[in-house]
Each structure stands twice: as structure tokens, then as C-alpha cells.
């Protein structure tokens, strides 16, 4: 089943789980699974044709393509396997078989290879029968891969084993064993050989039957550091690359590899890469692809640009008018979620430590502000660009975008916030979360406007139309419609079960028909007002991510857990709104202009005066050069005209003998002839005499016969007319016998022309009809061949151009080329020191997380502490308190005892004092 609201256009992504997953069509025609289609590839122009997998089964397990070329077949996983053949020319399916049948007997060879299993099979009798076998009886074990070899006077075999053995097998027998030394399995063999460990190993044929192959090239595939990923293989970090297909290109030119981490290389075979020692490169074709599951998607208006992370740690920008990478980086830390400013010139990525906030460059990502919020899953920008939002667990916060600046905090949910959109004004914003609830928020202060919660159920997505109408879908397998009911507030107006889990849900402005995206891979288009009916498609191998409209509505972009980007055009758009947008003007075009940081731009100034004056002194060098070479050239004109001045004389000398001999044998020839006109008058005489005498004898032999002849007519007369008699009666006879059958032959043809005459009116207009038709094809065809024979004459002028220009361009440029191949030595040198370096500062890098672990472990001690010394505080000010209390009324009862005190003691000393005064009188 298709949507018809959607017209998929390009993957950008492949499987890497399918068993022969690469093949080469033609020079410029790749062949690769990606979700769940088969992509033929352009490798010229990036198009892609796509073939969808069955709708039934649960995936694609296996390719395989005809020796001509001209059929696919698709083995899919279902409640019972399947096996689909394509047509590769009309990519229509041709057959499905569920039990296939051999049809053909004899000579029709099949091998199957398993853990513990080797088998040959041949078709005979309508069916499969065992063919005899050396490997069935040797100790089973695990075959990884196996392969014909292309030998056409025997059948040759070679299989590889989980112990790295290389096993050939020739008619059955085993031929001879190569023992595979580093490679603990066999991956996949072609012409080459893959290992586990990320080497590919080339052999090649030898004279000697007994040896049979050799190790022609080994080559490591280095799979580790963010390096490897810098360059676009994405290999992953410190991980051997495991090749999961190899193919040869129809002109057997080039090795294709097919990864398990979803990338596909190129290897060049020609014979002057492979001579050389160190030099080989594995190209990504066409480009490199996420590694894993693609956990963000962001759109931008001003470019033709759509953002990705990934859980492979990485961030590209992804071109979709020339399909392909504008920028790549890789990071130590896993991306959750990113959003794209409308310009296209700043980019959001959730880390899971920070969020960070970069400028798009012309090829890098630069780092503007890091913001503090762990694991932020979900964060976009707002219509106009100058906010953006980002979740913080329970909370939103909003920031200005050109300051990076808290402008406030929506706090409400329970539970981690999950999903957030803002509205087409800027004014509000709608989020959802695991805790069941809906909120819109107005960010005028920052408070709720509407709100629902339905507790047990966790939303996963939530998105609102320009008219308030919010859709929000979860755990709970159902779609809900929310909007305002009098006197309720927001509530769910309308609920359809889907059956499965909704992940994601998108829907252009203005349009009829809601997108869903599906933990199963599926697409899904419902039909607004919201009911139960839907189309559904599926392009994902996994559940799908993220789902995210073009900011014009014309395209929708959608991601998924096997790490593929997907671009469909959406053709459901609403007719009345793209009136409107076209009365108020024609679309602007995309932006042209790059960001390049200024340190970039005075290098690329300093190269440019760098080169400049090596073209100046090239110049100089090869103008003096040149005037050498003139001077040379001129002492080479005069010898060569002394020369031929000499020949030229030799020749008149030669030319005057040969015109002496000439004379001689003229004269001499003369006098042959005449000697021969002699003999031959001679000949004549002789033989007219002779012709005379057989003339006479002819002559009476002519008489005798013509005298028989007058004798034999005149019985030839008598007999002629005894048979004419005859004739005649039979003739009478014979004449009124059949013509009572010629009358009903008669009637018999007339009704035969009548027929004749119908069908003759009837292949008429269908000759007609063909030679209109065939006319009108015929000069299309003209048409389109006389276009492209102009644009291919305008294309070879250009050519011939360039090609001078070029030529020249060579000859100036080979002596840089060879200083700087001294260079491009010394920077090899420097990068492996630089490789060594990254090793150690990854050592110390995953030292250092584990110290941090360590500390965080410490700190979440010491905040247990607090929080328990905070409690004991708590306590203590509290008894505090009640001390305080009981001190006051202790100083309210002491403060009469101390008046009482002062007044006694006043009386003591009055007493005091009056005592010696009593002595002394």
C-alpha cells in the first residue's frame, strides 16, 4: 500500500544488516538496501529510483542480481520467507515465491553454507538433489562466507571459516587450504577477502595449479578515533570496521564494501594504486551516512538544509536540491536532539552534558555558547528565529537567541517533558510529557493558557495548527484531538485507535491529511477530520524517530532507529492557501552566502598570495624554458633543411638513371612486340584455312538432317489430330462436370471477399493507428536525440577547450606537484604522530571520565551528607527555638530576683559602710 499524500524522493542512508547488500549495475548505477526499499543510486547525478519491500514481511534479508544484470531478487523475513524478482528495467515485479520450484535440469549448481552446514545442490528432475562433497565429511564448523569463482573450465568454490581458514573446493573436492593468519572470521569473499579484524586481503591467480592463488595485498581499514569519522567513512570510534558485502564494478575497476556500521566504500583496483606501498583510500559512496539510530531532525527556510544527529556522535548538514553532506562533525559526546535556525546559519544540539549553541560554517561547526542543561531530548527554534526553547527535564526554558539569555521558565509537569512546538505567531508555545499532560503556554508572562492531563498515559509527541487544534499521541496506542469545549477548557474532542505505538506526528499548515510515524517503521495518513481510516506505507526498517515538515510545507522529512534520513514531497497542501501564497508573490530564492570564520579567510588569503607567486615563478621558469626550447627547435630546422637539401639531390641524381633505364626497355619492348604481331599473322593464316574445310563438312550434314525433320512432321500432324479429337470429348465432359462445382466455388469467394474486405477496413485503421502513434514517437525521439546530439557537440567544443587548457595547466603545475609530494611525505609522517597522540589523549580521556565518574560518585555522597546535616540543622533550630523560649521566661523569673539582689545588696553596703563608721566613733 502507498499514501498518496507523499511521493518518496530520496534515503539518505543504507542497511547494514543484509547479506549482499551492494551491487554495480552498470558504471554509474549502484544497487543498496536502505530501510525498507532498495535504492538504485546515480552516481553522476545523486538521483535515486526506489523499490519498496513487501508490505507484508517484517524485512529485507538478502540481494541478489542476475549475471545480466536484468533481475533483482528480495529475500524478506515474514510469517512464512519470501523471495520477490524485479524487473531491473521497468522495476516492476515480475514474481513472488513463497516454495520455489527448480525448473531447470542439470548444470544448474547451488551452494548453501551455514554454521556446521556445507551442502552442493544440483537441479535435476524438476527439483534439488546432493551433489557429492569433501566439506560435508570433514569436522563441521562455522562457514561465514562463501563464493563462486569465475572460472570457466571448473567449478571452483571458496568458503572461509570462523577459524580464518580459506577453504577451495574444485568439483567437489578440497583443492587447497590458505590459512588466513590475524583474521579470526571471514566476513565476506569476492575477489577479496574481508576479515574481522578490518583487513581486506586481495588475491590473485597463479600459473601453478598447485599453489592456485596468492596474497597479492593486504590493507588494514583503520576503524578507530573521531579522526576516521572527520573523513567521512564514519567507522565509529575505536571499532574495527566489519564488511558485510563486497561487489566488483561492471568495469572491474573498483571493490565496493558494505559495512555493518551502514556505510558503503570504494577501493580503487587499478593497477598503479595498488603498486603503491601505503597509498590506498576507501571513498564513501556517495557519501557517508549515520552509524546509528538518528535521535534529531531541523529544518531551516532560507536554505535548502536539513540538520541530523545521530547517537553515533555526530552532527551533519545534509543538502537536499544536490543530495549531499554540506558539513560533518564528530563529537565525544552523544547528540539527543538538534534544531536549525531559519537562516541556516546557527544550529541547537542537545548533548548529553550540555546544550550548545554553533554557527554553520562554510565546512565546520563553530562553538558560540555552552548552556547548562544535562540530556536535553527535545529543542527547536521559534518561527522568527530570535527564541528558542529547550528542554530541562520537568521545565522549558526559553532563551534569546542572539544572547543566549534566560527569558523564562515554563514550569508545570510532573514528569520529563517529551515533545514541544511553537505556534506560527511566536506567542505560544504547546508541550507534552511522560507525566499525561498538554500544556499551551503563553509567553507573554510566561503562564498556562490551556492545559489537560490523562494520567497513565506518556505523550511522545504533540503538535497544534495555525487554528488551536492541538493532536498529541503516546503510550496509550491512540491519537487524541484536543481542543476548547465550552466551559471546560482544552479537552480530547476526538480519540482514534492506532493499533500500534505513535511516535511522531507532523501535519502542513493549512493541510487535510495527518502524518504518523510509527514504532514498526510505518507511515501513516489520516484523513482530517480525524477517523479511523488511514493509508499506510512502510519506508523504515526501524521506529521512526523524528518527523518534521519543510518550513514551506512542500517536503516531509522523517528519521529512524536504523539511522536513515528520508525526504518524501507532500502533495496534500491545501489548494486555497498556495492561491494566496502566490497572489502575494513568487517564492524567494535559497540564500547563496556561507559563513567563513576569519582566521580561515586570511589562510585562504596567504595561500592564495602563496600560490600566486608560485605561478609567477613557474611562469618565468617555463618562459625561460620556452626560449630554449625555440632556440633548439630553430638548430633543428636548419639541420633538417641541410639534410633535405642534400636528399633532394640524391634523389634528381637517382630519378635521371631511372629515367635512362626507362628508355632502354621501351626500345627493347618495341622490338618484342613486333616479333609477336609476326608469329600471330602467321596463326591467322593457318587457321582460316582450316575453319573453311569444317565449314563445308557442316554444311552437308545440315541437308541430311533437315530432310528427317520434313519426315518426322508430317507424322507428328496425323497423331496431333487423332488427340485433339480426343481432347475435345474430354474436355465437353470434364467442362459440365465442374461447372456446377464452380458456381458454388462462386458463391464461396464472394462470401470469402466479403470477409477479406472486412478485415482488410479493420488492419487498415489499426495500420494507421500505429503509423500516427509510431510517427509521434519517432519524432519525440528525433526531438529529444537532436537536443542531446547539440548539447553533446556544445559539450565536446567545451571539451576540446578545457582540454587544451588543462594541458597547459599540467605542464606548469607538474613541478609543483612534484614539491609538494616531499611535503605530502612529511605531513603522512606528522599525521601518524598525530595518531599516536590521539591514542594517548583517548587513554586519557576515558582516564578522566572515569575519574569524574568517580567524583560524581563522591559528590553524590557528600550531597547525601548535606542533605542529612540539613535535616539534623532543621532539628537543632527547631530545639533552638524551644531554648530560647525557655530562656526568656527563665530571664523574665530571674529578673525580680536580680532587682531583689541589687536592693540587698545595696543594703549590705549600707551596712558595710555604717559599720566602721559606728568603730571609728
Known amino acids: 500500500m502507498s499514501i498518496a499524500a507523499l511521493q518518496p524522493r530520496h534515503i539518505f542512508g543504507c542497511r547494514g544488516d543484509v547479506r549482499d547488500g551492494i551491487h554495480a549495475l552498470d558504471d554509474a548505477t549502484l544497487l543498496y538496501p536502505a530501510g525498507h526499499n532498495v535504492v538504485l543510486l546515480n552516481t553522476e547525478t545523486r538521483g535515486q529510483q526506489l523499490i519498496p519491500g513487501a508490505v507484508e514481511s517484517e524485512g529485507i534479508l538478502a540481494l541478489a542480481v542476475s549475471p545480466n544484470r536484468k533481475y533483482l531478487a528480495v529475500a524478506e523475513r515474514g510469517e512464512r520467507g519470501m523471495v520477490t524478482v524485479f524487473d531491473l528495467r521497468t522495476l516492476k515485479r515480475r514474481k513472488v515465491l513463497f516454495n520455489p520450484v527448480m525448473a531447470a535440469d542439470g548444470g ?59 577453504l577451495i573446493v574444485e568439483a567437489g573436492d578440497l583443492r587447497l587450504a590458505l590459512p588466513f593468519e590475524g583474521a579470526p572470521a571471514i566476513d565476506a569473499i569476492g575477489f577479496a577477502v574481508a576479515a574481522a579484524d578490518g583487513a581486506l586481503t586481495l588475491f590473485e591467480k597463479e600459473a601453478d595449479e598447485a599453489r592456485m592463488y596468492h596474497v597479492a595485498r593486504r590493507m588494514p581499514m583503520d576503524g578507530g578515533g573521531s579522526d576516521a569519522v572527520g573523513q567521512g567513512l564514519g567507522l565509529g570510534f575505536g571499532s574495527a570496521p566489519r564488511v558485510r558485502s563486497l561487489a566488483l564494478t561492471a568495469a572491474e575497476d573498483a571493490l565496493l564494501l558494505a559495512l555493518a556500521s551502514r556505510q558503503l566504500l570504494s577501493l580503487n583496483l587499478g593497477a598503479a594504486e595498488l603498486a603503491k606501498a601505503d597509498e590506498y583510500v576507501f571513498e564513501a559512496v556517495p557519501h557517508a551516512f549515520h552509524a546509528a539510530e538518528v535521535t534529531g531532525v531541523g529544518t531551516c527556510l532560507r536554505k535548502p538544509l536539513v540538520a541530523t544527529c545521530s547517537l553515533d556522535r555526530t552532527l551533519r548538514l545534509w543538502n537536499t536540491q544536490d543530495w549531499s553532506v554540506e558539513v560533518s562533525k564528530a563529537f565525544i559526546e552523544e547528540a539527543l536532539c538538534v534544531a536549525l ?57 526559553i532563551f534569546n537567541a542572539y544572547t543566549c539569555e534566560v527569558i523564562g521558565n515554563l514550569r508545570g509537569h510532573n514528569g520529563k517533558v517529551r515533545s514541544i512546538m511553537w505556534s506560527h505567531d511566536d506567542t505560544r508555545l504547546v508541550s507534552a510529557g511522560v507525566d499525561g499532560a498538554v500544556y499551551e503556554w503563553a509567553l507573554a508572562g510566561f503562564r498556562r493558557e490551556r492545559e489537560t492531563v490523562i494520567k497513565g498515559c506518556q505523550y511522545s509527541t504533540v503538535i497544534e495548527t495555525p487554528e488551536r487544534v492541538v493532536f498529541a499521541a503516546g503510550s496509550d496506542r491512540k491519537i487524541k484531538e484536543l481542543a476548547d469545549t465550552s466551559g471546560a477548557g482544552m479537552q480530547v474532542v476526538r480519540e482514534v485507535e492506532a493499533g500500534c505505538v505513535v511516535t511522531q506526528l507532523a501535519m502542513a499548515a493549512g493541510g487535510r491529511c495527518l502524518f504518523t510515524g510509527t514504532d514498526s517503521g510505518a507511515l501513516r495518513s489520516y484523513k482530517l477530520p480525524l477517523g479511523p481510516d488511514f493509508q499506510e506505507a512502510r519506508f523504515c526498517s526501524g521506529a521512526i524517530s523524528r518527523l518534521r515538515m519543510g518550513p514551506d510545507d512542500a517536503q516531509l522529512y522523517a528519521t529512524s532507529a536504523d539511522g536513515s534520513l528520508f525526504v518524501f514531497d507532500v502533495r496534500d497542501r491545501d489548494p486555497a492557501r498556495g492561491a494566496g501564497k502566490r497572489e502575494t508573490g513568487e517564492k524567494l530564492p535559497y540564500a547563496e552566502e556561507v559563513l567563513v570564520s576569519k582566521a580561515d579567510l586570511e589562510e585562504k588569503k596567504q595561500r592564495i598570495a602563496e600560490l600566486d607567486a608560485q605561478v609567477k615563478e613557474v611562469a618565468m621558469e617555463n618562459e625561460y624554458a620556452l626560449r630554449l626550447k625555440d632556440a633548439a627547435t630553430a638548430e633543428r630546422l636548419r639541420e633538417l633543411a641541410d639534410r633535405g637539401a642534400a636528399e633532394r ?268 563608721d559606728s568603730q571609728h566613733r
Open 108 to 166: 544448474c549448481g547451488l551452494s548453501v553454507a551455514g554454521s556446521g552446514v556445507f551442502r552442493l545442490l544440483r537441479a535435476a528432475d524438476g527439483g534439488l538433489k546432493p551433489a557429492p562433497s569433501a566439506l560435508a565429511k570433514r569436522e563441521p564448523q562455522n562457514y561465514t562466507a562463501h563464493a563462486w569463482l569465475p572460472d570457466s573450465e571448473r567449478e571452483r568454490i571458496v568458503a572461509g571459516t570462523e577459524r580464518g581458514d580459506l
Open 341 to 397: 535556525h531559519p537562516s541556516a546559519h546557527s544550529v541547537l544540539v542537545g548533548f548529553t552534558d550540555k546544550l550548545r549553541l554553533f554557527t554553520v560554517l562554510l565546512d565546520d561547526f563553530k562553538l558560540v555558547k555552552e548552556l547548562g542543561i544535562k540530556a536535553c531530548t527535545e529543542c527547536c527554534f521559534s518561527t522568527g528565529g530570535h527564541l528558542f526553547a529547550a528542554a530541562n527535564s520537568t521545565a522549558i526554558s
Open 649 to 916: 639531390e640524391a634523389e634528381r641524381a637517382r630519378a635521371d638513371a631511372l629515367l635512362a633505364e626507362k628508355n632502354e626497355a621501351e626500345l627493347e619492348y618495341e622490338d618484342q612486340l613486333r616479333q609477336a604481331e609476326q608469329r600471330h599473322q602467321a596463326a591467322m593464316t593457318t587457321l582460316e584455312a582450316q575453319h573453311q574445310a569444317a565449314m563445308a563438312a557442316e554444311t552437308e550434314r545440315l541437308e541430311s538432317v533437315l530432310r528427317d525433320k520434313a519426315a518426322l512432321n508430317a507424322r507428328w500432324d496425323e497423331q496431333n489430330r487423332a488427340l485433339v479429337e480426343g481432347h475435345e470429348r474430354v474436355v465437353h465432359e470434364v467442362t459440365l462436370e465442374f461447372e456446377g462445382k464452380l458456381a458454388e466455388e462462386v458463391d464461396a469467394r464472394m462470401r470469402s471477399m466479403e470477409e477479406r474486405d472486412a478485415g482488410e477496413r479493420e488492419a487498415s485503421e489499426i495500420k494507421r493507428q500505429l503509423e500516427e502513434d509510431a510517427d509521434r514517437e519517432i519524432e519525440e525521439l528525433q526531438d529529444k536525440y537532436e537536443g542531446r546530439l547539440a548539447a553533446e557537440r556544445e559539450a565536446g567544443l567545451r571539451l576540446k577547450g578545457e582540454n587544451g587548457i588543462m594541458k597547459k595547466k599540467f605542464s606548469t603545475l607538474q613541478k609543483e606537484i612534484d614539491d609538494q609530494s616531499a611535503e605530502v611525505t612529511q605531513l603522512f609522517e606528522h599525521k601518524k604522530e598525530l595518531y599516536a597522540a590521539m591514542t594517548g589523549l583517548e587513554r586519557d580521556v576515558a582516564a578522566l571520565k572515569r575519574e569524574v565518574a568517580e567524583r560524581d560518585d563522591t559528590i553524590g555522597d557528600k550531597e547525601k551528607r548535606i542533605h542529612d546535616l540539613k535535616r539534623k540543622n532543621q532539628e537543632l533550630e527547631k530545639f533552638k527555638f524551644v531554648l530560647d523560649y525557655k530562656i526568656k521566661e527563665l530571664k523574665r523569673q530571674i529578673e525580680p530576683r536580680e532587682a531583689e539582689l541589687a536592693r540587698l545588696k545595696e543594703q549590705i553596703q549600707a551596712r558595710t559602710w555604717s559599720a566602721p
